[in-house]
């Protein structure tokens, strides 16, 4: 049974994990200790335990006599980060095509119709959801709790970048394109296939990546 320290601690954790996926705590910025405490809710002591856990995931990266800070994603991360979760995301999407049934490809069909609305209206926040509950679902399918618990703690640190890719000129629109390659492999049980479009779609998220570390958004032309 969890003691209230742990579920305290826990809570804390989670409440900064929503902040940093919301953009609230964007890369790079300092963590004021004292004011998460009164926007957390909480004490010190569980909030230095869930900065430690924050920390130990990669989120947040500790300095020596200055605090805590959201990490950034580095050029080097993403050439490292990419060709392993292609790999493990492939393989989900193998796995899901073997257990697909119709009821699972009926509820796929509709989260691939709401992020093709999505994208058409450029509706960047809403595609970004629906991209992630995709994602999700095909994990879920897959029923690998292996390939679950590490694609799990890469994309934690996948998503300090949100969707900052999907402004990138063109995009949303790749982006799309490729969802629906990877559900037309899986609707024709073609595990093959929708292994080898997952994996050219995440090698394409490094891509747009790889445009933002070299050229800033204030150097994106619109």
Same mark, same amino acid.
């Given at each position: 049974?969890?003691?209230?320290?742990?579920?305290l601690?826990r809570?804390?954790a989670? !409440?900064? $994990?929503?902040?940093?996926?919301?953009?609230?705590?964007?890369?790079?910025?300092?963590?004021? *200790?004292?004011?998460?405490?009164?926007?957390?809710? +909480?004490?010190?002591?569980?909030? $230095?335990?869930?900065?430690? @856990?924050? @920390?130990?995931? !990669?989120?947040?990266?500790?300095?020596?006599? $200055?605090?805590?800070?959201?990490? *950034?994603?580095?050029?080097?991360? @993403?050439?490292?980060?990419?060709?392993?979760?292609?790999? %493990?995301? !492939?393989?989900?999407?193998?796995?899901?095509?073997?257990r697909?049934?119709?009821?699972?490809?009926?509820? #796929?069909? +509709?989260?691939?119709?709401?992020?093709?609305?999505? =994208? *058409? &209206?450029?509706?960047?926040?809403?595609?970004?959801?629906?991209?992630?509950?995709? /994602?999700? =679902?095909?994990?879920?399918?897959?029923?690998?709790?292996?390939?679950?618990? +590490?694609?799990?703690?890469?994309?934690?640190?996948?998503?300090?970048?949100?969707?900052?890719? #999907?402004?990138?000129?063109?995009r %949303?629109?790749?982006?799309?394109?490729?969802?629906?390659? +990877?559900?037309? &492999?899986?609707?024709?049980?073609?595990?093959?296939?929708?292994?080898? =479009?997952? $994996? /050219? /779609?995440?090698?394409?998220?490094?891509?747009?990546?790889?445009?933002?570390?070299?050229?800033?958004?204030?150097?994106?032309?619109?």
């Open positions: 049974m969890r003691s209230v320290a742990d579920s601690h809570q804390a989670e !409440g900064l $994990r929503e902040l940093i996926f919301a953009g609230e705590l964007a890369p790079g910025s300092f963590l004021d *200790e004292a004011a998460l405490c009164e926007r957390l809710t +909480v004490s010190r002591t569980p909030l $230095r335990e869930a900065l430690k @856990v924050l @920390v130990a995931e !990669g989120m947040l990266r500790h300095e020596p006599r $200055r605090g805590c800070f959201v990490a *950034e994603i580095t050029e080097r991360d @993403v050439e490292q980060i990419f060709p392993v979760i292609a790999l %493990l995301e !492939g393989r989900a999407a193998y796995e899901a095509t073997g697909a049934g119709p009821a699972d490809l009926a509820a #796929l069909e +509709v989260l691939h119709e709401r992020l093709r609305a999505h =994208a *058409e &209206a450029g509706r960047i926040t809403a595609y970004y959801e629906a991209n992630h509950a995709i /994602h999700e =679902a095909f994990i879920t399918l897959a029923d690998n709790r292996w390939l679950a618990q +590490v694609i799990g703690d890469l994309r934690r640190i996948l998503r300090l970048a949100r969707h900052q890719t #999907l402004h990138v000129p063109g %949303l629109q790749q982006s799309l394109a490729e969802h629906l390659q +990877v559900f037309a &492999a899986i609707k024709r049980g073609d595990a093959a296939a929708a292994e080898q =479009a997952m $994996r /050219h /779609h995440l090698f394409a998220q490094r891509d747009a990546l790889r445009e933002l570390t070299r050229n800033p958004p204030s150097r994106i032309a619109p």
